[in-house]
């Protein structure tokens, strides 16, 4: 067994019994796709040649077997439907039960945690209303796995109490994705700063910029372009010409998403929509961002994956209903944990970042979407993170500095979780810095899909208590909670 240093030992930790545990039957319906035309035509040519009573028949065993696992079934099964309108005959010719049926052969059930519910980050639920006096509502985002390894972001809520007492509100048996946004809205400037960024800027998009209002749509950006091509090159399309594949890639890589009212927040799950995140949505960092004036905006900072690249991006809520996800931009913007500090310093938006997979980066922008420049900021020096280490979520402000928790991958690949203090007004000096893993896996938390990793993607402060939700070896979550006062002393203030 391990031997604690003496520091370690100055730490209190209390480990509590509450865990959050993949549901392999918390399942999510899906649009099962193809990739060619001929095979949509097939499947439905062959639903089309059924007779009505057999439709019929078939259609009351989809609607007995899945009906009671979804909300809105059979509304999602038309809206399924209506998508592969193109192969369909004239609306009118087809029986209710008929376009119910074809749209069950373009569905699946999908266990979006099936595999593990991991890497939570934690910060105060936006609706704090009708608790108990000294208790706060927490909301969590945790990296769901299913099959074929593809993580979503999923989401839970629950209540600390007075005497920091958690417990986890039940999730809801239901699961659903939200509705893609049709015709976002796009800000001239940041959308062709992003495009010079990408290396496209040339007369060809400056005649489409041209036409577009300050504040443009999707359908209007598509109308422009289609405008310019048959003004430049009559009959070609979008992916034939490199200034309108350009203009109409990072649209489409910049959308929005919605999720109906009233919701369940357990209910709510979101899957990879560009091709970039193909892979995954993984550890997404949140934080609440509060502007010279104190309104919060909440970000989460991800990395998007497609099964070779990997890239940080962001996505911004004001409700975690609606969520605008955008594309980062500049050379800072590389590798993973991206994790931005929740106020401004000095005027400029900061960023922890690891561009090189190994050490930790400081990076300012006067803009959340570009980063250019990032110093360094801190290397492994302690056997536990020789292999690398990183950040484990935005900084914690605290009237002794920046809190900031870190992970170190050392000997076996064993992950454990550390900490580091930055000044409050000057970021780039590290003042704090502890020598031993405040900590690491033990016991079952050992035990997973990937071993020996304990890890997290934020934490928050409160009472004096450090609130910290990890998972386990890529499988369970957990909490644990550690007194601020103990973290703070045992840090070495020499911290080289």
Not at 1 to 20: H, N, V
Not at 332 to 346: E, S, T, W, Y
Not at 355 to 382: C, T
């Amino acid at each position: 067994m391990e031997r604690p240093s003496r520091r370690r030992r100055d730490i209190r930790i209390r480990r509590t019994e509450t865990r959050l545990s993949p549901d392999q039957s918390r399942v999510v319906l899906r649009p099962l796709g193809f990739g060619r035309d001929e095979d949509y035509a097939k499947i439905i040519r062959r639903v089309l040649a059924l007779p009505e009573e057999d439709v019929q028949r078939v259609l009351d065993q989809v609607l007995e077997e899945f009906s009671s696992r979804h909300r809105r079934f059979e509304e999602r099964l038309l809206a399924r439907s209506r998508h592969l309108q193109r192969f369909l005959p004239p609306a009118g010719d087809l029986s209710q039960a008929r376009k119910l049926l074809i749209g069950s052969y373009f569905m699946f059930e999908y266990s979006a945690e099936s595999a593990a519910l991991f890497n939570p980050s934690i910060l105060p639920h936006p609706d704090q209303s009708g608790l108990p006096e000294g208790s706060l509502r927490f909301l969590l985002s945790l990296r769901s796995t299913g099959e074929g390894h593809v993580s979503s972001i999923s989401f839970r809520s629950g209540v600390i109490n007075a005497r920091n007492g958690i417990a986890v509100d039940p999730p809801s048996r239901f699961v659903a994705e939200p509705e893609l946004v049709e015709n976002p809205v796009y800000q001239k400037d940041l959308f062709w700063r992003k495009l010079a960024e990408m290396g496209s800027a040339g007369a060809w998009v400056e005649r489409v910029k041209g036409r577009l209002a300050d504040v443009f749509t999707l359908a209007e950006l598509n109308g422009r372009i289609r405008e310019v091509l048959d003004e430049t090159a009559p009959g070609r399309r979008f992916e034939e010409d490199p200034g309108a594949s350009a203009l109409w890639l990072l649209a489409k890589s910049n959308y929005e998403i919605q999720f109906p009212p009233g919701q369940d927040l357990s209910e709510r799950i979101i899957f990879p929509v560009i091709p970039i995140q193909s892979n995954g949505i993984e550890d997404v960092r949140l934080v609440a961002h509060q502007d010279a004036e104190g309104k919060t905006a909440y970000y989460g900072t991800y990395t998007a994956y497609d099964g070779r690249n990997v890239l940080p991006q962001l996505f911004e809520t004001e409700d975690f209903q609606r969520f605008k996800f955008s594309t980062l931009n500049g050379p800072g913007v590389q590798n993973k944990g991206m994790a931005l500090f929740p106020r401004r310093i000095d005027g400029l938006f900061a960023m922890l970042s690891r561009q090189d997979g190994e050490n930790i980066f400081l990076m300012f922008s006067d803009n959340a979407h570009f980063w250019n420049e990032s110093r360094l900021l801190l290397s492994p020096v302690h056997p536990w993170e020789f292999l690398k280490m990183g950040n484990c979520g935005s900084p914690i402000e605290t009237e002794a500095g920046w809190l900031v928790l870190s992970h170190g991958v050392g000997p076996m690949r064993k992950y454990c979780l550390g900490a580091f203090l930055l000044d409050l007004k000057d970021p780039s000096k590290v003042i704090g810095r502890l020598q031993e893993p405040l900590l690491s896996p033990e016991g079952p938390e050992r035990e997973g899909y990937v071993p020996n990793v304990l890890y997290t993607c934020g934490a928050l402060a409160r009472n004096g208590q450090l609130i910290l939700p990890y998972g386990m070896s890529d499988r369970v979550s957990g909490f644990a909670l550690l007194p601020l006062k103990d973290i703070l002393a045992a840090m070495d203030k020499d911290p080289r």
